[in-house]
Structure formats: C-alpha cells, structure tokens
C-alpha cells in the first residue's frame, strides 16, 4: 500500500480525500535516481548511466472540469497553489511567494500537458526522495504528474512515448522552474526498469536497458549524503559548460563526445585547463562503455575501479569534487570498499560507493568515523537498489 512518508500508516488516497473532500482516481509513483557514471557528460552529448531508486514522489490526482491546477504537497504543506491552466504561462511563477515556487515544476507540466488536450485536476503530493541532495526529487515530481495526467486524460499515446514525456518534463523544469537541466533525470524516472540501469545517448536521445545484478553478486551500492553545499561556487557549472565548448570550438568538433583521439586532441589545447576539462570527459565517456560492458558480461564486482577512476578524474581534472566527497571516497576505499564517486554536478550533495555486502558495515563505519574526526555532520545513506520507473500504483 502506498503511505504518507514518515508515517508508514496513511494512505496517500486518505490524505487526499480528507484534503479536497473527494477521493482521488488514482495514485502515481515516479523514482528519483542515481547515476552510476557519466559525470558532466550529458551537456558534451555524451553517455550517462542512471538508475532509478526505490525512494521517490507519489501524486494522487483527480481530474476537475473546469482547466485548473489545484496543488499541494505533504513536504509543502502550507504552499498549496491553485492556478489557472488557460491564459497563465511561466512568468506566472513569478507571482507566487517564494515558499509556493516548488508548485512551478508540477504547474508547468501541466501547462504542457494543457496544449496535448490534458484539463485540471486536483494533485496531493508525497514524497520519501531527499531534496535538494542530487537524486532528482524534481524529476520524479514532473515525472509522477505528468503521468497521471496522461493516464487521467487518456493521453495514452503520449502516456506509452516515455522519452517524449521526459522532454516535455525537462521542458516544464527549463521553462518554468528555470532550470536548464539535461534530460537524464527525467528520463532516468520514466524509462527505467527494476534490476537495469540505463545506458542514454544524451545526443540522440536513444537509450537501452542494461541488466545490473547487484545482490546476486553479493554487492551493495550505498549512496551518502554529505550534507554539505558549497553555495560559492553556483557560477563554476556555467563556466565547465563554457569551458567544454571553447575546447570542442578550438578541435573543430560539434561537442567533446566527437574527439576521437585523445592524444592528438590534448596535443592541440595550449590551455591545460581545457585539456584537463577535455581529457575527463572523453576518458569519462570511455568509462560508461567499459562500465556497460562490465555489466553486460556480468562482472558486477569490477565497477569499483570505474567508480574511483571517475572520482579521481572529478576531483582532479574536472575540478568539480568537494571536501567531504573526497573524504568520503577516501574512508570507504580504507574501509574495504570496492570503489566510489561523487555525483551530480559538483560542489555538494552525494557520493556512491559499491562495497562487498558484508562489508557494508564496516565501510559505514569507517565514513562515519572520518566525519566525526573532521567534526563533520552524520552523512545520511541510502541502499541504491536498481527499481521500476514511474508507474500506477
Ligand atoms: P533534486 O532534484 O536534486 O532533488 P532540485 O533542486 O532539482 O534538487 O529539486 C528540488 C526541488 O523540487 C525542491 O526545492 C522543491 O521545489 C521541489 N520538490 C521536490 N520534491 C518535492 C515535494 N515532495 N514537495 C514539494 N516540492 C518538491
Ligand atoms: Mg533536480
């Protein structure tokens, strides 16, 4: 049965009666993600590996007949916002509180959605997806919205064209929330499938499921939150797509997913900053096929080492890793962990570490120690299991 995160006893369906006064017509699921490699790719038309979490947003919908969007979340719960679908658009968002902004995401996929035919409804979310800690809470919001409205307004051509639907939710999050974000998050959280992790072309948009065996190898993947969020550093993502696009201009190529020989390539940049931005991520795009092949062979047990080779390409050619990542990775590598690596865009938010299951403890223990020797704050983790993309429930 679907719960009120927190509590593990409400259904989401009561709360949503007991809120509008009416039972909803159904309940939506979609997973937040991890990515197991693939790091500041996906903007070099590049490859990404995602994963779908078992954690995610859960929206339970009905429809209303007139063509407006009445929103609230458990998260949120003195931010409801009923808005107009007709002749409203994102400057819209501009006019609610601050506190209300986080209704921009399901909002403006309802505007799109409101172009293919799709009308009101009345939406009650809940969540048990971290925000805010890079493991796409708002995908998995657009994603579980945009498939109930679909599945409520028979919008089923749409509803089964799943790599449609994740651009029109990267759309709502570029337009909308102003975020102008690549389409791996959303197509992580509705193209996903239990026990696989998807291998995307961020370029063609293409994707296939690669079948990823982590219990049956006795494996465990962690991810830990470290808390932290170097806020200084908000232009440092801008100026690493900058760079990338400088260094692809100078090699004469559409992006640095084209640079086919590294050597010669490095041997053209005077720059050894954009050398450095341009040896990770090509040797970056390198190790999501070797990564794909190790899974595909089934050699579950060697990813670690891929892991670590993108930490350290993170850390020291990308420049993107931060204090507690590299601790973190440092820690579980000392614990007996098979590899690690931070994720996301850099600067804060989590790290990645696959360990041997029976030594899960003791790898959690040994970063637990580092932080509290640093008198860092307890980092958070969470067991990584490859799960279903967004779905009824
Ligand atoms: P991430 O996607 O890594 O979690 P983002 O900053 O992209 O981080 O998205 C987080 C934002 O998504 C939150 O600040 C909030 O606006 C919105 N959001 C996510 N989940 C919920 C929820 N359950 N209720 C309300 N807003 C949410
Ligand atoms: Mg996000």
């Not at 990267?170 to 337009?175: C, F, I, K, L, S």
């Not at 049956?216 to 100026?239: F, I, M, P, Q, W």
Request: hydrophobic share 45%; with cysteine; glycine share 10%.
């Amino acid at each position: 049965m679907n719960t009120v995160a927190g509590t593990g006893k409400i259904p989401l369906s009561a709360a949503f009666t007991e809120a509008y006064r009416r039972a909803p017509e159904g309940v939506w699921h979609a997973p937040g993600r991890i990515n197991v490699i693939g790091e500041h790719t996906d903007y070099n038309d590049g490859f990404v590996l995602p994963f779908a979490l078992p954690l995610g947003v859960s929206v339970a919908a009905a429809r209303r007949d007139d063509a407006v969007l009445e929103v609230r979340s458990l998260q949120a719960a003195d931010a409801g916002v009923t808005v107009s679908l007709d002749g409203t658009g994102p400057g819209e968002v501009q006019r609610w509180a601050e506190r209300e902004r986080w209704a921009a995401y399901p909002f403006g996929v309802a505007s799109l959605l409101r172009e293919r035919g799709a009308g009101g409804a009345s939406l009650l979310i809940d969540s048990d997806l971290p925000q805010g800690a890079g493991l796409s809470s708002s995908a998995a919001l657009e994603c579980a919205t945009a498939l109930a409205l679909c599945e409520l307004y028979g919008l089923d051509d749409l509803a089964a064209d799943r790599a449609e639907l994740a651009r029109l939710a990267q759309r709502a999050e570029h337009d909308y929330a102003g975020m102008p974000c690549g389409i791996m998050d959303q197509s992580a959280s509705l193209l996903c499938r239990a026990g696989h992790a998807l291998m995307l072309d961020c370029r063609s948009g293409l994707s296939s499921h690669v079948p990823i065996d982590l219990p049956g190898k006795d494996l465990t993947l962690l991810v830990v939150n470290t808390r932290a969020r170097h806020t200084l550093t908000g232009g440092e993502y801008a100026r690493r797509r900058a760079e990338c696009e400088r260094a692809a201009a100078l090699l004469g190529v559409d992006a640095l997913r084209d640079v086919k020989d590294l050597g010669a390539a490095l041997a053209r940049l005077d720059d050894p900053v954009l050398r450095r931005r341009t040896q990770h991520v090509v040797t970056e795009n390198h190790r999501v096929e070797a990564t794909v092949g190790l899974l595909r062979a089934g050699a579950e047990t060697e990813l670690g080492g891929m892991l670590t080779a993108s930490h350290l390409s993170l850390r020291d050619l990308y420049e993107v890793s931060w204090p507690e990542a590299d601790l973190t990775v440092e820690a579980a590598l000392r614990g007996g962990a098979r590899g690690g690596r931070m994720v996301g865009g850099g600067f804060g938010g989590s790290v990645i570490v696959l360990t041997a299951t029976a030594r899960a403890d003791r790898v959690r223990d040994a970063i637990f120690a580092a932080y509290r020797d640093r008198g860092l704050p307890e980092p958070d983790f969470i067991e990584a299991v490859p799960s279903a993309g967004a779905h009824r429930l």
